[in-house]
Structure formats: C-alpha cells, structure tokens
Nanobody
Framework: QVQVAESGGGLVQPGGSLKLTCTVS????????MGWHRQTPGNERESVAG???????NYADSVKGRFTISRDGAKNTGYLQMNRLKPDDTAVYFC???????????WGQGTQVTVSS
C-alpha cells in the first residue's frame, strides 16, 4: 500500500525558513510527478509547486523566488525549501504524488506551517 507522509512543518517567524519533506513508501515504482499544495480553513487547496520525473518544475506566482522544490528519486523523497516566509504562507501543506505505473495519485495527511511573530 502506497503511503505518503509529510514532515518538517512548524512555527516560524516572518522572514524565516522551513524545509518540508515528503516520504513515499510502499512502492518500487518511480514517482512521475510530485506536488506540494496548501490549504487554509474555508479555502480550496491550492498548488504551490510541482516537479516531474524529467526535473521540470513549476511554482505558484506567490512563492516564486522564495520556495524551491526538489526530489531524490532513488529514495522516493521530495522536499520543499521555503525561505522568506510570510504570514500569508500559513497553511496546512500537503504532498501529492502520481505514480504512472499505478495510474493513480496519492495524498499525504498534511503538515501545519504557521508563520507568525
């Protein structure tokens, strides 16, 4: 059974940094796509950043230049480095992976990121 787990969230002051980790287990197939999304109460989940197996990446305009997505294909692990954090970045951050050989996507349970002084 494929499991996706996020870690690394927490409380940080404005201007600070956090690094989120997404760990995928239960599959020997490579990850075709990994994405980070975030959600605040009463709002829809929004895409923050994504990375494909060819290394291409994309970012929401609100995080360009501050966030960096990366992955370690050999370990089925991905990361979201978040710098110069703002209070508006406060949200639950979710990792999503799509495994092409299974034809299915999987979500993690989310990790809370709070940016506050």
């Amino acid at each position: 059974q494929v499991q996706v787990a996020e870690s690394g969230g927490g409380l940080v002051q404005p201007g600070g940094s956090l690094k989120l980790t997404c760990t995928v287990s239960g599959t020997t197939f490579g990850i075709y796509h990994m994405g980070w999304h975030r959600q605040t109460p009463g709002n829809e989940r929004e895409s923050v950043a994504g990375i494909w197996n060819d290394g291409n990446t994309n970012y929401a305009d609100s995080v360009k230049g501050r966030f960096t997505i990366s992955r370690d294909g050999a370990k089925n692990t991905g990361y979201l480095q978040m710098n110069r954090l703002k209070p508006d970045d406060t949200a639950v951050y979710f990792c999503y992976v799509y495994i092409a050989n299974r034809g299915q996507g999987y979500w993690g349970q989310g990790t809370q990121v709070t940016v506050s002084s």
